[in-house]
C-alpha cells in the first residue's frame, strides 16, 4: 500500500488599504502606483503580497479565481496540480473520495494494489482480504467472509474459491500443460491432491518450513541396495484459495515433484526460489491485474528462500532459458 499526503490550505491575505489623500495612508499618494497598471492609486486600493492594485485591477486581473466555480476567491483556498480552488470547492469536487465511506478524502490516506483510496483509519479493525489484498467493507467489496480467525475472504473473491475435489483433476491437468511447456515434462499423473482445512494443520503434517506458501508436497520411497524401488508423491494445498491462487500454489507443488523425481538436491533458497517459478508462469499465463499484482507481491517477498531465492533463480532464467536451466540445474 502506498501512502499519499494531501497538499496545504493556503490563506489568501489581500488587505484594502484606506488612502483618503494622505489620511491614514502608508506613504504619500503621489508616490502610490497600481503594480498591474502602473498609474497613480488616488482611493482605496488592495495591497497583496506587498504589492498595490487598484481596486478595479485587483478584481478583475489579479485576484485568484477558483479553477472548479470560478468565482473570486477571497480568503483560504487550495493549490492543487497548479490550480487554485476555494476550500470547500477543493473538498467537494476535487478532493479523491475514500472508496470505504464515500467522504472525501481530506487526512493522509492509502491507496492498495487496485487503486482503491480509503482513510488511514478504516485500517484499524477492518480485515483485509487474503485472496486479492483489498480492505473488506461494503461498499468496496460487498463485505466478506471469515473462514476461521486468521482467514478472511471479500466477495469479490469469494466465488472463486476452491472448495471441491472435482474441481482439482481439471485444475492438475491444466496447470501440467503449463510446465509442460517449458520442459517440466515425465512428471507422475496419479498425484494426489488433498485440500486441508487450515493453515495450522498445513504447518503442522509438514518437514520444512513453508513460509507463506500454502502447500506441501510429501515424498516417500523404498530403497533396496541403494535404489529406489519405489516411490509416492502426495500434494497438500489450503482449502479455499482462490483459483488462480490455487492453480500457483499446485505449481510450486509440482515443481517439488520434478525435484524428487529427478533426484535433484539444490539449497533451501534456489529449491524454493525454482519452485516459484512454477507459480509465475501460472501468473503469467493468466496475466490480467490478480495475476500482475501477486507477481509484483512475489518479486517484494523479502523472504530469504521463497523471495530472495526467487530473484536469484528468476535471474538465472532471464540470462539462460529454461532448457538451460533445466540440464544444469544443480550447477547453478
Known sequence: MIKYILPNCVLLVAVIIQTAYGQNSETSVENIKCNYCHKIIIEDYFRLDNKKYHQDCYR?????????????????YNIYNQKNYHSDCFKNFILEKCDVCGAPLEADY?????????HDYHLNGSETCESCGRLIAKKLTGGGLALNQNRHICNICSGSLITEKSDIEYIKNKVMAILQNVGIVNMPRSIPIKLVKSQIELDRMSTIRLGDIHGYTKYEYEKVNNKIMGESFQIYILSHLHKIVFEAVLAHELMHVYLFKNNIKLSSQKREGFCNLGSRLVYEDYNDQFSNIKLDLMKKNKDPD??????IMSKILKQNGWHNLLINLEKW
Open 60 to 76: 478583475k486581473y489579479v485576484q485568484p479565481r477558483c479553477s472548479y466555480c470560478n468565482n473570486a476567491i477571497e480568503d483560504a
Open 110 to 118: 492509502m491507496v492498495d494494489s487496485w487503486n482503491n483510496k480509503y
Open 306 to 311: 521463497y523471495g530472495k531465492g526467487y530473484i
